[in-house]
Nanobody
């Protein structure tokens, strides 16, 4: 199962980007979807998550600036990033987590690079 992330690029501080992650329909509807990021020299960190029912959560560092959403018709999860800061520079990864009985399975996208710089 392969997730396909896209939308990264170079943006100036204060600018916006929208990341997309296409998810196979076989797992999308029941998955908890999350965006993670990893900056050079840092550990991967959770940025935002959304459940199948639409409940969302955010890292404190992006609260109020980033918005995660999901489109059932397109099997896609989005991360709208506004008011970007240089410290948001990182490779962003989408993740789908599904549960069968008591076992969670994680699927990952390939990562998309976001660079915030003037």
């Amino acid at each position: 199962v392969q997730l396909q992330a896209s939308g990264g690029g170079l943006v100036q501080p204060g600018g916006s980007l929208r990341l997309s992650c296409a998810v196979p329909g076989s797992i999308f509807s029941d998955s908890v979807m999350r965006w993670y990021r990893q900056a050079p020299g840092n550990q991967r960190e959770l940025v935002a998550g959304i459940t199948s029912g639409g409940y969302t959560n955010y890292a404190d560092s992006v609260q109020g600036r980033f918005t995660i959403s999901r489109d059932k018709a397109k099997n896609t999860v989005y991360l709208q990033m506004d008011s970007l800061k240089p410290e948001d520079t990182a490779v962003y990864y989408c993740n789908a987590a599904t549960i069968a009985s008591t076992t969670w399975t994680d699927y990952w996208g390939q990562g998309t690079l976001v660079t915030v710089s003037s």
